[in-house]
Structures are given as structure tokens and as C-alpha cells.
């Protein structure tokens, strides 16, 4: 059995309604979905952006991407909610696998 190992990413994001339908958007990531409830336009920006970070990460650009986006390495974990109360946030599952292949180094 493959050990998981359960990675979120906390991004902000926009949801608004425009004619018909409910736009979601990440704008750190200029990623955008859509649907006909705030909810549906909610869960297809999760997936979205699920799948935006994951294809980042298979093309190698993710760090590139990350710190394009206004990412940098932090001092610490903080598990608790973002103070500003003017922004929504999402929780992006990303999928990741570890396979051990071999002895692990440290390259620290």
C-alpha cells in the first residue's frame, strides 16, 4: 500500500453572480470556473485549480509559479484562518503520492 500524504493549499478567491450563472475565480493563480449555483461554482474552481496545480507540478513550473504568485517559503505553520475577513478561501486537495524508490537524502 502507497503511503498518502495530504496536502492542501489555501488560496483565495471570488465568487460573484453574473447574469445566469455564478463566476468563481482565484485571481493569485488567474484561474476562473463557473456554475449555476455559488456551490457548483465553488467545487468546479476546486477542481480547477486542483488540476492547475497538479499540471504545474508535472511540467516542472510549480516553484516558478508559486513564487510568481506572491508565495515564499514562511517561519511557520499557521493552521489557523487568514485574518482578513474581506476574502473568501478555499482549501485545494492536491493528490500527491509518496513512492519511496530508495535511501533518502537530505540535501539540506
Not at 493569485?28 to 457548483?40: L, N, P, R
Not at 489557523?80 to 540535501?107: A, S
Request: aromatic content about 10%; glycine content about 6%.
Amino acid at each position: 500500500m502507497k503511503p498518502k500524504l495530504h496536502v492542501e493549499m489555501k488560496v483565495p478567491v471570488e465568487i460573484f453572480k453574473n447574469g445566469l450563472v455564478y463566476v468563481s475565480c482565484c485571481p493569485i493563480f488567474d484561474v476562473y470556473s463557473q456554475g449555476d449555483t455559488e456551490e457548483e461554482a465553488k467545487k468546479n474552481l476546486i477542481e480547477a485549480l486542483t488540476g492547475f496545480i497538479i499540471t504545474c507540478y508535472e511540467m516542472g513550473t510549480l516553484s516558478e509559479v508559486l513564487k510568481n504568485s506572491g508565495f515564499s517559503p514562511g517561519e511557520k505553520i499557521d493552521l489557523e484562518e487568514p485574518e482578513d475577513q474581506d476574502v473568501n478561501f478555499i482549501d485545494i486537495p492536491l493528490p500527491f503520492m509518496y513512492k519511496k524508490t530508495g535511501p533518502i537524502e537530505c540535501l539540506a
